[in-house]
């Protein structure tokens, strides 16, 4: 069973670059979101959404953009990247009802 | 928005008892997650409290009293395989989790 599948797994991106990291999950979940992991300060999310064709801001969301074309995929973008953007970021997923969250296994990015 | 307090460390010896504390203050209140997370994985769930009271499962227990925004996750019988990073997360009435930074565990033989 898939679950909640981000890729890539890691990346090495020039600062200035574009960047999109995707996610795509298969458990009809109706939540998702984003969350970028850094040494110290714990998961903080950067974009979320309630259902297809929704979003909303998190804690973290200069810098960053989100679309939700349909329930499974989730993709997160990078217009142009800057070294502070460097983290680990994890999609996860959810049903509202229950709040439990599923996380992919991330992405570590690091911009140069 | 949301303040989530939990120690950074704690360490503590094979078979013995651990509990880590989580203080929080919120705009919304819609329950409270613990999370584990071994080093160079993703979190994975562990409990939820939404009422006040003790939630038992297996050797975790997890606690919450909602008018003093407090919660503890106790780990019992602790196995090497237990060390790892405990996230305390409290989800807001928008259906969103805010974690805390996270205590990691440490078990000594």
Redesign the interface.
């Known amino acids: 069973t898939a679950g909640i599948t981000q890729a890539p797994t890691s990346q090495i991106l020039a600062a200035g670059r574009s960047m999109t990291l995707r996610c795509t999950q298969d458990m009809r979940h109706n ?1 998702m ?1 984003w ?1 970028r992991q850094d040494l ?6 950067i974009h ?1 959404s ?1 259902t297809a064709g929704t979003t ?1 801001k ?2 973290v969301p200069d810098g960053y953009s989100v679309s939700r074309a349909n329930t499974d995929d989730f993709p997160l973008t990078l217009a142009s990247a800057v070294p502070s953007q460097t983290s680990v970021y ?1 999609c996860a997923s ?1 049903y ?1 009802e229950t ?8 992405s570590r990015l690091t911009v140069l | 928005g949301q303040n989530i307090d939990q120690p950074t460390e704690m360490t503590a010896t094979e078979g013995a008892i651990v509990q880590i504390n989580c203080t929080y203050q919120t705009s919304g209140f819609n329950g409270l997650f613990w999370y584990q997370q071994h080093a160079g994985e993703a979190p994975t769930f562990l409990s939820y409290n939404v009422l006040d009271g003790l939630e038992e499962k297996g050797r975790f227990s997890s606690f919450l009293s909602r008018s003093k925004g407090y919660s503890y996750l106790l780990l019992k019988e602790l196995q090497m395989k237990d060390s790892a990073s405990y996230l305390c997360a409290v989800r807001d009435n928008d259906y969103k989790l805010s974690f805390g930074a996270g205590t990691t565990v440490t078990v000594r033989a």
Do not use: D, H, I, W
């Open positions: 939540a979101y969350y110290g300060l714990g998961l903080r999310l979320y309630n909303g998190g804690e994890f959810s509202t709040g439990e969250l599923f996380f992919g296994e991330g």
